[in-house]
């Protein structure tokens, strides 16, 4: 079976600091991979997809980059936080063919302080 | 692309019969409609999915109109369990045409 995994789960970080997040999918190959953020209380933004190894779509321009060292590890990036990237961070992955079925991680909650 | 409409929240008692509609007005032919369920602090989790007609599996029914502009989730004989946050997604030619929706908070009461 499939299981994807992030870490860490929970982030106190300060203004300015840099962002590691890291996601890996096990069980399944060439999978699509998203970043999704979530503002307290709001919907889904997606951040950045990729649909194999180096290859990264940016859906929103920010501070935030992505990369795709390994066909089932995804890890989100910043060299400087800002206050408004605090929220939750969610990756999730679907087979290579379909898009709507997505399989989300367990999350990592991100506070800038 | 198809911009989704969903109710902010709703409210309902367990043992009732709850229906959440997604409006979807410029639906394209080769997107699908996917509602997922998110409780707080989680991701969120696949209910279901479909193209047209009806839908049904062992947790809820997909209803979608002939014109598909819009979509209903039934969420049969809900509990208190049931109280979460449920989205529709509509998309499926490529990843950068997934539409999510804002989501719907339902609470469901004793």
């Known amino acids: 079976s499939q299981t994807i995994h992030q870490w860490p789960a929970t982030l106190v970080q300060p203004v300015g600091s840099p962002l590691s997040l890291e996601c890996t999918v096990e069980?399944?190959?060439?999978?699509?991979l998203y970043w999704y953020r979530q503002a307290a209380g709001r919907g889904l933004q997606l951040l950045f997809y990729?649909?194999?190894?180096?290859?990264i779509s940016s859906e929103v321009p920010q501070n935030l980059s992505a990369s795709r060292p390994q066909d089932r590890q995804f890890i989100l990036s910043s060299k400087k936080l800002l206050l408004s990237d605090s929220g939750f961070y969610l990756c999730?992955?679907?087979?290579?063919?379909?898009?709507?079925?997505?399989?989300f991680g367990p999350g990592t909650r991100l506070t800038v302080l | 692309l198809a911009k989704t409409t969903q109710p902010i929240s709703m409210d309902s008692y367990e043992g009732q019969e709850v229906n959440i509609t997604c409006s979807h007005n410029?639906?394209?032919?080769?997107?699908?409609i996917t509602w997922y369920q998110q409780f707080p602090s989680q991701g969120p989790r696949f209910i279901i999915q479909?193209?047209?007609?009806?839908v049904t599996n062992e947790v809820a029914s997909l209803f979608i109109p002939a014109d598909r502009k819009s979509s209903t989730l039934s969420l049969p004989r809900v509990s208190l369990s049931d109280t979460a946050v449920y989205y529709c997604?509509?998309?499926?030619?490529?990843?950068?045409?997934?539409?999510w929706g804002a989501g719907t908070k339902l609470i469901i009461k004793p």
């Open positions: 410029n639906i394209a032919t080769n997107d699908y």
């Open positions: 999730a992955w679907s087979v290579r063919s379909s898009y709507n079925e997505q399989f």
């Open positions: 479909g193209y047209k007609t009806k």
């Open positions: 069980g399944t190959s060439n999978p699509n």
């Open positions: 990729s649909v194999g190894i180096g290859q």
């Open positions: 997604l509509v998309g499926g030619d490529s990843n950068y045409q997934l539409i």
